[in-house]
């Protein structure tokens, strides 16, 4: 083999990977050299004769393993964003060793010793607020990893940990293969009946990527930024059906999807082991386990707030119901309303009340406009200017790599852009880091990435991306701030690595802005004209705004619900997953026609990796928090009011999770949060 490039001091500008020159077969090797020299970094601390002080014991931890770190970083970046048949068997023969080492230090009873006698005398060390953050976060890392077992029981959460790791690996492959193996064919015009010129150059689009350039050919997948607007405008029932259904059961061999990927029983042994890790905690279920460890702090709250959103949405859908219902009765329709129809009606409702039309909305909102939309709103409110650096290559084409610099021009980090859905990508939208900002024994400067699956414009056309398209790429945006705008010294408290229902704060509140008139005033101009987006079109962009909210509101708290339900079962093996979705489904009385934002046999949040399982509440917890939040900009009578804006970078992006979350808020409002915005926000109550 030649030099392994991810063996070298990393080469690229900003100390960026060579991208070029990395490889599936590179991995392995890099990743043996990595854990051998963590390993040698945690037993020099662990072994050490000095007693524990902060400084040798919990900083020094905080600074080891940078370099796996980085690895890891650039592995998952690439096996989620730009993967292939060699990645992927990587990440299978790689789970189990990487969950070994994770054991390996959260299990290792000398260091463990040390960040126990740290903790027991905190009290009495003189610590500074954030480096007593760290230990007490820290110490808590190491006791919900298993730290305090013992013998025979130590043994056996390891097991579980690596079984655990292998078991996600598989979930996630099989979705991928599943939503990339997937595509609905369209021939002649007939096949096209009802889709505007946007959804039939993004399928057109679809169909090249996939080699697929006979004339008048056109594909839809599964990205959710072609199939929500194909079940939207495509006056062909039969493939809307069609669409849906292979949509929905992804990863359910059950429901005439490939045994190959049928994650069924994958996920039945992911809730059995996570029921086993929460009982050697000493917990009833894995929801009190993962609970314990977040704002909300047990399912009492959790089940609080979503029976608090529950019965208004489905009262909300059965008034949209009826509206569509009546639309069905205009046009003579005799088939009742099911999921693939919904949306269809929504859309013919949207124009008949609101004479609001997507295909009216879409020109005015390409892509690259609204890139610069967002980039414009945190230089209004933060000082942050991102500028283009096109000589800088990333994994893909598709990529965009920006310096984040300061409003004196110094850097403040790198912005890692991409934007477009293909085979080899996961479905979905995130962040991530390829470097975490840290002062701990080196000044790193944030390299911070965006994932979208946005359906690519044709060749030579741009992308236009719908009103949700655009809250998503502003979501994911206030993501990426945290993480470029984090002012920390440990890298363990950097950014985004925040307790779960608070980490949707800033993507959530950054959201606002998409909507802002002004900004939209400024930056939505038609593709071709040019032309400002018309005030009247902005105002039935208002009167619209909570239309179909309860449909999606249901559709979200449905899949919170059985999230909740599932991961709180106390028996030790977990039931059919398919029936009891449905049951539970059934009991809380889900309306016909709705279904789930997400089925369980394709739920990543919760079955690709831990972050999310009993935890998929927390997009509506962090809701009450950002609609609150930013009621203090429309208090100030400004949405980009200067003041607003440095108090939460000072006291929400900047510090990270150096701070105990509730804190951090109060320190910001001055009190608690309220859910009656929120709930106005959904139209859910009266504004």
């Known amino acids: 083999m030649s030099t392994n490039p991810l063996l070298s001091v990393w080469s690229g500008p900003y100390g960026l990977p060579p991208f070029d020159a990395v490889r599936a077969e590179h991995f392995e090797p890099a990743f043996e050299a990595a854990l051998a020299a963590h390993r040698a970094e945690l037993a020099a601390i662990a072994t050490q004769d000095a007693t524990p002080t902060f400084a040798n014991t919990l900083a020094a931890f905080d600074r080891s393993g940078r370099v796996l770190t980085s690895l890891k970083n650039l592995f998952s970046t690439l096996s989620s964003s730009a993967s292939s048949p060699e990645l992927q068997a990587v990440q299978r023969r790689m789970a189990a060793p990487l969950a070994a080492h994770n054991n390996a230090i959260y299990l290792d009873a000398a260091l463990f010793a040390r960040v126990e006698q740290l903790h027991e005398q905190r009290a009495s060390l003189g610590l500074a607020p954030e480096q007593l953050r760290l230990l ?32 996600n690996t598989r979930f996630a492959q099989n979705v991928l293969a599943d939503e990339s193996g997937y595509q609905l064919v369209l021939r002649g015009e007939a096949e096209l009946a009802g889709l505007p010129d946007f959804v039939r150059a993004a399928a057109r689009q679809a169909a090249l990527d996939r080699g697929l350039s006979e004339e008048g050919v056109h594909v839809v997948t599964l990205s959710r930024s072609l199939i929500v607007p194909f079940l939207s405008f495509s006056e062909r029932r039969d493939l809307r059906e069609q669409a849906w259904r292979a949509w929905v059961d992804r990863g359910d061999g059950g429901a005439g999807g490939d045994e190959a990927t049928d994650n069924r029983e994958i996920v039945r042994e992911i809730l059995t082991l996570r029921r086993e890790q ?39 859908a059965a008034r949209e119901r009826a509206m569509l219902e009546d639309v069905r009765a205009q046009l003579g329709h005799e088939q009742a309303i099911e999921a693939w129809d919904w949306r269809w009606y929504a859309e013919k409702v949207r124009q008949q009340r609101f004479q609001l039309d997507e295909a009216e909305v879409k020109p005015f909102f390409p892509l690259d406009a609204m890139v610069q939309a967002m980039f414009d709103c945190a230089e209004r409110l933060y000082g942050l200017r991102f500028v283009a650096q096109p000589q800088v290559r990333g994994y893909h084409p598709d990529v965009k790599v920006y310096e984040v610099q300061r409003a004196d021009g110094s850097l403040r980090g790198i912005f890692v852009q991409d934007n477009f859905a293909r085979p080899t990508k996961r479905s979905g939208a995130w962040m991530n880091a390829l470097r975490w900002q840290a002062r701990n024994g080196i000044d790193a400067l944030p390299i911070i990435l965006n994932n979208n699956n946005f359906a690519k414009g044709a060749p030579g056309e741009p992308t236009l991306l719908s009103f949700d398209d655009t809250r998503t790429l502003f979501h994911e945006f206030g993501h990426g701030l945290h993480g470029l705008l984090s002012e920390v010294e440990f890298e363990r ?68 619900l059985v999230d909740l339900a599932i991961h709180a079962l106390e028996q030790p093996q977990a039931p059919d997953i398919v029936a009891f979705e449905r049951e539970t489904m059934e ?10 934002n997400h089925r369980l046999t394709h739920f990543q949040h919760l079955f690709s990796g831990s972050s999310y399982a009993a935890g998929y509440y927390v997009y509506l917890w962090a809701e009450v928090l950002d609609c609150d939040a930013f009621e203090a900009f429309v208090e100030a009578g400004d949405p980009f009011d200067r003041s607003v804006a440095q108090s939460v970078l000072d006291n929400i992006l900047a510090v990270g999770n150096s701070r105990e979350p509730g804190a951090t808020y109060r320190a910001f409002r001055g009190r608690d949060a309220r859910v009656e915005p929120m709930l106005k926000g959904r139209g859910l109550i009266p504004a």
């Open 278 to 316: 929460a009982a050697l905690h000493g917990h009833a279920s894995y929801a009190d386990y993962a609970l314990a460890d977040t704002m909300a702090g047990r399912q009492s709250a959790v089940q609080g707030l979503l029976d608090q959103v529950w019965e208004p949405a489905k009262a909300a």
């Open 136 to 167: 007490e976060r820290v110490h808590l890392d190491f006791v919900r990893a298993g730290a305090r077992l013992q013998g025979d029981a130590r043994a056996r959460y390891a097991a579980i940990m690596e079984r655990l790791a292998e078991l």
């Open 493 to 560: 408290l950097s950014g985004t690595q925040v307790l779960r229902d608070f980490v949707e704060l800033p993507s959530q509140l950054m959201e606002h802005w998409m909507a802002e008139p002004t900004v939209l005033k400024r930056h939505a101009r038609h593709y071709r004209t040019g032309e400002p987006v018309p005030d009247a079109l902005l105002e039935k962009l208002k009167a619209a705004a909570t239309f179909n909210q309860g449909y999606e509101t249901v559709r979200y708290c449905a899949s919170a």
């Open 587 to 596: 009991r809380l009385g889900l309306p016909p026609g709705i279904g789930m």
